[in-house]
DNA sequence: CGGTTCACG
DNA sequence: GACGTACGTGAACCGT
């Protein structure tokens, strides 16, 4: 697994090669002088080493370059000595103990298998400027990692400079910000300002400010010198005319050599995946377990597959002879532990009496450490069912456990004591198949987890949905990649009427059950983890899907205050509302319905009352009743179809909200707690069911009502965060539409400024019609617009939409392109990435039928700022707990509605909640345009938006 | 269990 | 020139 053909990631066709260039000797110090001091277990000094270690670890996770190198500076004398031999002649030597880190330094960038180079007699700095030119010849974008402002002059035409602490890009304009002038000129400035720190002397008297104003005015340094007498200051033109030499000295000594002759060949930096050996052996020796966890599986191959031929693993499935223990007294537990402890990785799963995650009790828990290798820890069983009744194994008898009583078992208490330090061991990394689960059941018994991976979420980061046969669960994935059949559910605990829970499984048949759960979580583990890395998707998980998975966790334990008594008064208004409208839906029909069928409706409708229907459905060609079709016949002036409109409303409010969510409410917590998907969509957002707290009605009156519900504990408020405008926003960046963009940057109304463009009407008293055809073609835009959808949406001809569409194109020329761009792309890989790097697949992009071909092109186009927009809401979802607790704040995040956030916090810190919320929001992602958040505060939801 | 409808973004 | 849909979800209900 050596060859760079097949670590390196495939190489984009549409995007040039990229290099990334690490100042590493900046790095070095700035990891010294922020960490405290650490040692390892020789007493050498590691903080500095810890510091490039996991900055180095970071960096190869989120980065996506084909080419890497760590460039340092060597010894204190450079060429620039020669010009002037007091550069940086006040640098005070190193600290003693950072001294002896600079070798472990180095063997710390080999351990990850990246080039690292030095050069006698030049600076870091001199070396990246001449890779970076060499770079540029051959047509490789390069990103410079430093923070270091004398590389700013590198900056522009394919270099991009990357600011590691911040993690903030540094373009023109940032070099412009710094020292008033673009990238070009920054030398000019540097050599007439100077650098007190590097002994560059400059001219006295100027300063960055007065220098950036001199060389803008003049355009370059020699021009200025040259034309000093012209300067209106004495002071300052006599100092130009001094020091002259001084300042082309100065000059010189700032420029970049960019011409070296440098050591290592470009060629040589192609990206290759650690040596799992050698990076393992490097992390224990300077004792940083803990990111041993980190890297095992994601940067490196997990134990016993990364040496020779690729693993097989279909072939390790069938090797791995199943060894499963039934664990029943605290010393067999110790043993477990400690070989968990030993593998650094584990896989862990829960048994439970039910399915409800906040309701479920623990009946047992599952450990795998290696492929064949795991144990069941019975809890909670009880005395087998009578096997009687179930002949579950055919072998008609619960083995040697007596029906009569229960099993013996480790005590809960003994049980969690033994586990709780493994749990918790940062150097032990928990692995599970839908692990938020698991966690829920384990911290209600008082267990702590991290950190933790999910073979689930791995699964749909990498193959998304829909790809092959099955979804995400265990038992689908083991069949697909190791042709292995999972023991159904139903083999233990039978199905329908005579299902059992699993507290009456007897033992030997639960072991095999859940212990097969959790060997196979692990191998799916080491199988699907290192793929991450092949297919580019290490930072879409590590960043975006991992980090959710314990805050979604927390936000499902919180769940949401919702008041019963509201709605049970609203169940009873709609209740009445109801009756009253069809018993009149019944009079006005003649005779008694059911108002619920389809079918009878369209038979009073269309057969009895020989109204016309437009439309007919689209799988059975019934006669269609929706929405949309009843809404024509009651503008023609029909009473019944707008009365079951009516009707169809309030039942719907009835049967899915105000009923359903009283049944929702936990008794234990009085509060409603939703489910949120992580592997359900075709596009990163989340989903959110049992029950789905995404879709609670707000666009009507009446269904904005059930809002009122959702209320604030006493004393508390919910806050209500969301983006204003983020899918439009998305479009003009992805798409780089720059009257788009130029609108957002000014805060305009943006559908009055397209209808404005569109239709040459000027903004101010803007006729609400050409508004709101403006507005469903900027939503059109987003959908991936068709003539046909946009006309039957406004109700137009499809000529009329169609011109629509046109002038469209032609005032924003570059969506166009994006389009077509994007559906090319889709053909080309069978997925489009969003701006974060998520794939999403596209099913169907190259169908026969003109039908499912144009269905997945317009989801090809939707899905980049869907997903980017669903991307941009999960990094402020993460950040956003750290930022609260900073600002001294006990704000709980309690939901996700795509493009809104609800938090819950004392009424004395909600307002300040909501500045953060809107804070962290607006600086989820550096767009080309503005990222505006609408709060608002309030003791219920209805009132909070 | 597929189809229809409708709640949300 | 025919094809005939706006993108993404989850839940309730009907009827087989």
Redesign the pocket.
């Known amino acids: 697994m050596t060859a760079p053909d097949t670590t390196a990631p495939a190489s984009d066709a549409t995007s040039p090669d990229r290099l990334t260039l690490v100042d590493g000797s900046g790095y070095i110090f700035r990891a010294y002088h922020s960490l405290p001091p650490m040692t390892r277990p020789d007493g050498t000094p590691v903080n500095a080493v810890y510091g490039v270690t996991t900055m180095l670890m970071k960096l190869l996770a989120d980065m996506d370059a084909e080419h890497v190198a760590v460039i340092f500076d060597k010894g204190r004398r450079t060429f620039r000595n020669d010009l002037h031999p007091d550069y940086k002649g006040h640098r005070p030597d190193a600290p003693e103990d950072l001294v002896p880190q600079f070798p472990v330094i180095r063997e710390a960038v080999r351990a990850f298998n990246v080039a690292c180079v030095e050069m006698e007699g030049f600076e870091a700095d001199d070396l990246i400027a001449t890779y970076a030119r060499q770079a540029r010849e051959k047509g490789i974008a390069v990103t410079v990692v430093s923070s270091d402002k004398d590389l700013m002059q590198l900056v522009g035409d394919g270099v991009a400079l990357l600011d590691p602490m911040k993690n903030r890009p540094i373009g023109p304009d940032e070099v412009r910000e710094k020292f008033g002038v673009g990238p070009d000129k920054v030398v000019d400035v540097q050599a007439l300002a100077g650098d007190a720190s590097d002994n560059v002397p400059g001219v006295p008297g100027i300063g960055v400010k007065t220098a950036a104003q001199l060389i803008t005015e003049y355009g370059d340094l020699d021009t200025l010198l040259a034309r000093a007498g012209e300067i209106k200051q004495p002071k300052r033109r006599q100092n130009l005319t001094d020091f002259a030499d001084q300042a082309r000295l100065s000059r010189d000594l700032v420029t970049l050599r960019d011409d070296v002759d440098v050591p290592a060949p470009l060629d040589g930096f192609g990206r290759k995946a650690p040596e799992g050996d050698a990076l393992r052996a490097f992390l224990m020796d300077n004792g940083f377990k803990s990111l041993l966890a980190k890297v095992e599986g994601t940067l490196i191959p997990t134990p016993g597959e990364d040496q020779g031929a690729a693993p097989d693993p279909l072939a390790e499935a069938r090797a791995a002879e199943a060894a499963y223990t039934l664990v029943q007294d605290a010393e067999t537990l110790r043993a477990w532990v400690a070989e968990a402890q030993a593998a650094g990785v584990m896989a862990i799963d829960t048994e439970t009496d039910a399915l409800s995650a906040m309701r479920a009790g623990l009946v047992g828990i599952s450990l795998a450490v290696a492929p064949g290798r795991a144990c069941y820890i019975p809890l909670g069983h009880r005395a087998a069912a009578d096997s009687g009744q179930l002949d579950l194994d055919g072998g008609g008898g619960g083995g040697t456990i007596d029906p009569g009583e229960a099993p013996r078992q480790l005590p809960l208490d003994t049980c969690v004591a033994g586990l709780r330090d493994l749990l918790r061991d940062p150097g032990v990394l928990k692995v599970g198949h839908n692990i938020k689960y698991d966690l829920h059941i384990l911290a209600r018994v008082g267990l702590e987890v991290t950190p933790v991976d999910d073979t689930m979420v791995l699964s749909y980061v990498l193959d998304g949905?829909?790809q092959g046969p099955g979804g995400h669960g265990l038992d689908d994935l083991a069949r697909r990649h190791f042709e292995h059949t999972m023991i159904p559910f139903k083999a233990v605990c039978g199905s329908g009427k005579a299902q059992i829970t699993f507290d009456r499984v007897p033992l030997d048949q639960a072991l095999t059950y859940a212990a097969e759960d959790a060997d196979y979580t692990l191998r799916l583990h080491r199988l699907l983890k290192p793929r991450l890395l092949d297919e580019r998707m290490v930072a879409v998980y590590e960043t975006l899907d991992r980090p959710l998975v314990p805050l979604l966790t927390t936000m499902e334990q919180a769940g949401v205050k919702v008041d019963p008594l509201v709605l049970r008064a609203l169940s009873r208004t709609f209740a009445q509302r109801i009756a009253d409208l069809e018993a009149e839906v019944h009079r006005l029909a003649g005779h008694p319905f059911?108002i619920?069928?389809?079918?009878?409706?369209?038979t009073v409708l269309f057969d009895e009352m020989g109204l016309e229907s437009g439309?007919?459905?689209?799988?059975?060609?019934?006669?269609?009743?929706?929405?949309?079709?009843?809404e024509d016949l009651a503008a023609q002036g029909h009473d019944l179809p707008a009365r079951?409109?009516d009707w169809?409303?309030f039942?719907?409010?009835?049967?899915?909200?105000t009923?359903?969510l009283v049944?929702d409410i936990n008794p234990d917590t009085g509060r409603v707690h939703?489910?949120f998907?992580l592997t359900?969509?075709?596009?990163g957002?989340l989903?959110?069911?049992?029950?789905?707290l995404?879709?609670?009605?707000?666009?009507?009156e009446e269904?904005?009502r059930i809002r009122g519900a959702f209320v604030a504990e006493p004393g508390h408020r919910l806050i209500s965060a969301?983006?204003s405008q983020?899918?439009l926003r998305l479009v003009a960046h992805v798409a780089d539409i720059k009257a788009l963009k130029d609108a957002f940057h000014h805060g305009a109304d943006i559908h009055a400024i397209t209808a404005s463009r569109m239709f040459g009407a000027p903004v101010e008293g803007m006729d609400p019609m050409l508004r709101r055809r403006a507005k469903?073609?900027n939503?059109?835009?987003?959908?991936?617009?068709?003539?046909?959808?946009?006309a039957?949406?406004?109700s137009i001809p499809?000529g009329e939409?169609q011109a629509f569409i046109d002038a469209y194109f032609k005032e924003f020329p570059e969506i166009l392109t994006y389009m077509e761009a994007t559906k090319a792309e889709a053909r080309q890989h069978g997925f489009v990435r969003t701006l974060f790097g998520r794939k999403c697949w596209t099913p169907g992009i190259t169908d026969k039928?003109?039908?499912m071909k144009?269905?997945?092109e317009?989801?090809a186009?939707?899905?980049p700022i869907?997903g980017g927009?669903a991307d941009i809401i999960k990094r402020a979802m993460i950040r956003l707990p750290s930022a609260l607790t900073e600002a001294g704040l006990s704000a709980r995040l309690l939901l996700q509605?795509?493009?809104?956030l609800i938090l819950e916090a004392p009424e004395a810190e909600a307002e300040r909640t909501a500045e953060v919320a809107r804070h962290v929001m607006a600086g989820a992602a550096a767009l080309s345009v503005p990222l505006v958040v609408d709060t608002g505060v309030a003791p219920t939801w209805a009132d909070a938006?």
């Open positions: 949905t829909g059911n619920g069928s389809p079918k009878q409706l369209a439309r007919k459905s689209a799988k059975t060609g019934a006669k269609s009743t929706g929405a949309d079709v009843l079951v409109l169809r409303q039942a719907k409010l009835k049967s899915t909200y009923d359903a049944e939703t489910t998907g359900g969509t075709s596009t957002r989903s959110s069911n049992d029950p789905n995404q879709n609670i009605p707000i666009r009507t269904g904005r969301d983006y983020i899918e469903a073609i939503f059109g835009i987003i959908y991936g617009i068709s003539a046909f959808g946009l039957r949406q406004l499809r939409a039928n003109p039908n144009g269905l997945a317009r989801a186009i939707n899905a869907q927009a509605v795509h493009d809104e938006h």
